[in-house]
């Protein structure tokens, strides 16, 4: 176990709706990182929040955005859901020091 | 930016004989290189990983070669199981913890 928690685990939205995904990161991580993963891909980087702040971000269009709270758990919103965005969002922690990220489980989002 | 390439997509070795993975990548910046299994359904696992001021690292029957010249770095599995056939992708960031870059992914089979 990684000490990184998501949620929620599975969920379904229609096309046009929003998401809002959750993760609390490992105990004395204050870093934060978003990856997506698509059926039969890598993961692709997607944004890191570092002390409430984004501190860097992938190839995604402005709709999806993050929050990062001060006891470091962070959320992905989604707006206006498109087929594509059907995937597995993978949130890592870690510390901002060199040290190496841990996964969480992950969420599932099918968008129909 | 950084472009990981990974071969093969698929690999199929008999239980006991050993596996080899091959990734390139783009950016010298890059210093860090973890590799990462990841189960039907789960979340990817780190299992191996080296820093650009080693050449090789090796865990029980893990090793990772890396040749910054030709930036080229490999994974090697020895005396391969049943439990080693999954889906592994090697990745690169310039920091541990700066967004990192995977591959595709190789599914790797363990014939009986």
């Known amino acids: 176990e990684t000490g990184v928690t998501q949620s929620p685990t599975h969920l379904i939205k229609t096309r046009g709706q929003q998401v809002t995904l959750r993760c609390s990161s490992q105990s004395g991580h204050n870093t934060v990182s978003w990856y997506q993963q698509a059926l039969g891909q890598g993961p692709q980087f997607i944004f890191q929040?570092?002390?409430?702040?984004?501190?860097g971000r992938g190839n995604f269009p402005p709709r999806f955005s993050g929050l990062q709270f001060p006891n470091y758990s962070s959320e992905l919103n989604v707006n206006a859901l498109e087929l594509d965005d059907s995937a597995l969002y993978l949130c890592?922690?870690?510390?901002?020091?060199?040290?190496?990220?841990?996964f969480g489980e992950g969420s599932w989002l099918t968008v129909v | 930016g950084e472009n990981v390439e990974q071969h093969p997509s698929t690999l199929s070795v008999q239980e006991g004989d050993s596996a080899v993975i091959k990734c390139t990548y783009s950016d010298s910046a890059s210093n860090y290189f973890p590799w990462y299994k990841q189960e039907l359904g789960k979340r990817p696992q780190l299992i191996i990983d080296i820093r650009s001021n080693v050449g090789e690292k090796k865990d029980q029957r893990i090793a990772v070669t890396l040749n910054k010249t030709a930036k080229h770095f490999s994974l090697h599995i020895t005396e391969t199981q049943p439990e080693d056939s999954a889906v592994y992708f090697c990745?690169?960031?310039?920091?541990?913890?700066?967004?990192?870059?995977f591959g595709k992914g190789t599914r790797l089979h363990i014939l009986p």
């Open positions: 890592a922690s870690s510390r901002l020091s060199g040290n190496t990220i841990y």
């Open positions: 929040y570092y002390r409430e702040e984004e501190n």
């Open positions: 990745a690169a960031s310039i920091n541990r913890d700066d967004k990192i870059i």
